[in-house]
């Protein structure tokens, strides 16, 4: 028996895989089972979320000692939470007795977590602490087999925790790799270089969680599937008014000087800004309305005169989108994260983000930047993304027709000099090549192709990397 | 200066902020609760015809049922938060409810092609005094039923209506729209709740 056909205990697996991927999987094109095939969704739930970094939740939502807050691992329920030592964890929800969820709660404080079920209970580092009536066992429980099981390699990132179950996936910063040089930039324009989450829109579609990761860096769809943002942020431009939003795709985007950069893992980004002038207030230029928006702007501009442009900035969507394989994006202001439920069916959670003004870089303004940063954040989640959600949906109905096999991503394929690498060897396209896509499914299709070596971990004192 | 709310969004700061989440907390009190049934009449007339026009989607004719400078609120926290420091699922003035529908109106916004058909319920209407006479909070409990492309669901929660007496007749304020599952994961919300 090897590694690849057991699970951790030993005790054997299902074969790994019933799918050859390289009959799947083209430079060109996928088959379209990689999306309406159960069994591979199955295998997608170990081998891509499990054995690569997956981002869990952020630093800001467990500020505290003893903080909590519920997430998920591809399908496992997972405790994220800052014992009371200070070290983050990622626990699995599920008592080692009989395999009850121990905390029922999205978010909260808990110095321990009890099962509801036979009264089992736990330490926030994972520690059993005690069961009741324990003289009924032959055997104590300082086994740590009796310990929550939790992942046991958890990392952050400048406040986003990521989890793996892989010990042989590389450190964390390695995995990010490139991307982190745009996800360093749009941190550190804002005070302090950091961001608090402020709630949510939380949304959810009928179709595979893919289809969403498959959209995160396309410029074609733009001004097709958001045709009815576009014309409504501009509806009331007049005269000299600058056209508002995403508009800068309108004309020839193909040869705008805005680009797609692929880096390693599956990791991409779009660069807009480019497109757009960055000149101090030239952000706040283009947003599109939103309330409060003229007030804010009227005191702001009172109080910081020359300064409030670039003040202004900060309440306006930075123009890029990065997207961190598998299921974290940051666009605008946002931090999107997409979670599987089923084969067909995914939540996409666009966390709000709010500024923390510690040193006053904002001069008294930060209350005013954050009111006005709630409402522009809500806009393209009500009037942009639902758009491509059902969009989403109906390419899932659509490959209902089986006998139509494949799904086609070759735009800027094999087009001379279309495709350029940076100095650091990073390919960059036009924002409206497939070339992302083509690059994320290689990735994918790797994974697929291995059956990782996923563990679990219990002993409490160790010390992950 | 008088500023057009349709175009422009001069009302929405500080103090509207703080009114909001004033208006908005322990107000359901029985010692509030009006009787008079000429008036609880009144309410329920004017949270009917609001539903009426939706359900016919009859936006334009709807939002003549708000003053001017109005809200349209849907909170993503139970207990409405602070749409100041929190994100909402929608937080709508003037400006981008006449956004929303314009979208709504306009044939590529796909995700309200084809166009839902809705069948609202409204029941419990209970209203209650404030410290102005001329301006009634209205509770009411709510389950709007949607189809859409072969697929049904439904949305429930109460909504809390801020109404106030103007010019001979009842116009709203705010509409605050209180989703059970408001801090969960949503399909698709593309209707005025």
């Known amino acids: 028996m090897t590694p690849d056909d057991s699970f951790t205990s030993g005790v054997t697996r299902p074969a790994a895989t019933q799918f050859n991927f390289n009959e799947l999987i083209f430079e060109d094109r996928v088959h379209q089972c990689i999306y309406t095939e159960e069994a591979i969704f199955r295998e997608e739930m170990r081998k891509v979320f499990g054995g690569v970094w997956v981002y869990l939740a952020h630093e800001s939502q467990i500020p505290k000692n003893d903080d909590f807050v519920a997430s998920k691992l591809g399908l496992r329920p997972i405790i994220v939470v800052r014992d009371s030592t200070g070290r983050i964890r990622a626990l699995y929800n599920r008592c080692t007795h009989r395999g009850s969820t121990v905390c029922r709660q999205q978010q909260g404080s808990a110095k321990s977590f009890s099962c509801p079920y036979h009264g089992w209970s ?61 996800l360093d930039e749009w941190l550190d324009r804002h005070p302090g270089g950091k961001l608090t989450f402020c709630d949510a829109n939380r949304l959810k579609f009928n179709g595979n969680w893919k289809l969403l990761y498959d959209n995160s860096a ?19 431009n007049e005269g000299d008014d600058e056209d508002k939003g995403m508009s800068y795709y309108k004309s020839s985007p193909d040869k705008a000087p805005f680009y797609v950069k692929v880096f390693e893992n599956g990791h991409h980004y779009k660069d807009k800004r480019p497109a757009v002038d960055t000149s101090p207030g030239g952000l706040w230029a283009i947003e599109g309305p939103h309330p409060g928006m003229e007030h804010y702007e009227e005191i702001i501009r009172e109080k910081l005169g020359d300064k409030a442009g670039s003040v202004l900035d900060i309440a306006s969507s930075e123009p890029v989108n990065i997207n961190i394989f598998p299921n974290l994006h940051i666009l605008g202001n946002h931090v999107q994260v997409s979670q599987p439920v089923s084969l067909t069916e995914t939540d ?14 904002l001069h008294g303004c930060v209350d005013a930047v954050n009111a006005l940063r709630m409402r522009t954040q809500e806009s393209f989640p009500n009037f942009g993304e639902l758009d ?36 650091d060897g990073y390919l960059i396209g036009p924002p409206t090549d497939e070339v992302f896509l083509r690059e994320t499914m290689q990735v994918y299709k790797r994974l697929m192709m291995n059956e990782p070596n996923l563990v679990i971990e219990r002993e409490i004192e160790a010390t992950p990397d | 200066m008088q500023h057009d709310p349709s175009r422009t969004s001069y009302y929405v700061g500080d103090h509207f902020y703080q009114s909001l989440v004033d208006s908005y907390a322990d107000w359901q009190t029985d010692d509030a609760e009006i009787t008079d049934p000429d008036l609880r009449d009144t309410c329920r ?90 301006t009634l909070m209205v509770r009411s409990t709510f389950l709007t039923n949607e189809f859409q492309a072969g697929d049904k669901r439904n949305y429930t929660g109460w909504y809390g209506h801020k109404i106030g007496f103007i010019d001979g007749g009842w116009k709203i304020l705010v509409k605050q729209v209180n989703l059970i599952d408001c801090d969960q994961n949503l399909r698709n919300l593309s209707i005025i709740l």
């Open chain 2, 45 to 134: 007339m004017l949270l009917e015809k609001e539903a009426r026009l939706l359900d016919r989607n009859k936006l334009d004719d709807w939002l003549t049922l708000y003053v001017p400078e109005c809200l349209y609120w849907v909170p993503a926290t139970p207990h409405g938060g602070d749409p100041r420091t929190e994100i909402a699922v929608c937080f709508d003035d003037r400006r981008r409810i006449e956004d929303r529908i314009y979208r709504l109106q306009n044939e590529f916004a796909w995700s309200q092609r084809p166009l839902s058909r809705t069948a609202r319920l409204i029941t419990n209407i209970s209203a209650f005094s404030t410290k102005d006479p001329d």
């Open chain 1, 218 to 236: 396309d410029g074609y769809h733009v001004i097709f599937s958001h045709r009815s943002l576009l014309a409504m942020e501009n509806r009331l």
């Open chain 1, 348 to 361: 996409t959670t666009w966390w709000g983000t709010a500024v923390i003004d510690d040193e006053d870089e």
């Open chain 1, 388 to 423: 491509d959600l059902m969009n989403f949906e109906q390419i899932q109905t659509g490959l209902a027709g089986v006998e139509d096999e494949w799904v086609y991503m070759h735009r800027g394929l094999g087009i001379p000099g279309r495709i350029k690498r940076d100095t």
């Open chain 1, 122 to 182: 736990y330490f926030n580092s994972g520690k059993i602490s005690g069961v009741p009536w324990p003289d009924g066992y032959a055997d104590d429980f300082s086994d740590p087999k009796y310990n929550l099981a939790q992942v046991p390699r958890v990392q952050s990132y400048r406040g986003f925790i990521f989890g793996t179950l892989n010990p042989d996936m590389p450190p964390l910063k390695d995995y990010l790799g490139g991307v982190k040089k745009p």
